[in-house]
């Protein structure tokens, strides 16, 4: 039996409200379009995002707000969510719906991608966080590994998409 604990949803508001905020830009020399077939597949998030084992779009395509998936992490964490803005090639942001665990109040991630040419593109990841029960404790002594680890994962995640540019 899986349990789910609810978590608050939030709106867009929330990445400017947020107690705890973890921000990276990076710019990637690929198409925002070719940054987003990356986002829609499930098989690219464990390859730069490392606390991700599985991404499953629980949604049919085409994705856009109100679209659901099932993201499995380390630790057993399991997150649903749902997805509070889409706008192809230009951003995406989804919150938890529900949590295997009872630790996270909100939970949110917002993808801004701005095209500096055809093949080029700037993309802001803002992570956005309320935690409850022990994490409201925790959280802030990790504060400094996870802006660190935010940026290393963006990073590699522009690694992996201009790994795929023909030349």
């Known amino acids: 039996m899986v349990v789910k604990y609810p978590c608050k949803t939030v709106d867009m ?13 990076v710019e990637v020399n690929v198409s925002a379009a070719d940054v987003f077939a990356s986002f829609e597949n499930a098989d690219d998030w464990p390859r730069w995002a490392m606390p991700i084992q599985k991404v499953e779009w629980t949604a049919p395509k085409p994705f856009g707000i109100g ?35 009872d630790n996270i109040e909100s939970f949110a991630e917002r993808y801004e991608v701005d095209a500096v040419n055809e093949q080029c593109c700037r993309v802001r990841w803002t992570m956005a966080m309320k935690p409850k029960g022990f994490s409201k404790y925790f959280l802030p002594v990790f504060s400094p590994a996870m802006h660190l680890g935010v940026k290393v994962m963006l990073r590699k995640f522009a690694r992996l998409v201009e790994g795929r540019r023909c030349f």
Request: overall charge negative.
């Open 67 to 101: 679209t659901t998936r099932t993201v499995s992490m380390i630790g057993g964490l399991v997150g649903y969510e749902e997805f509070i803005a889409w706008e192809r090639g230009r951003e995406m942001a989804f919150c938890f719906t529900h949590g295997s665990k």
């Open 13 to 25: 508001t929330f990445f400017d409200t947020a107690p705890f905020r973890y921000v990276a830009e």
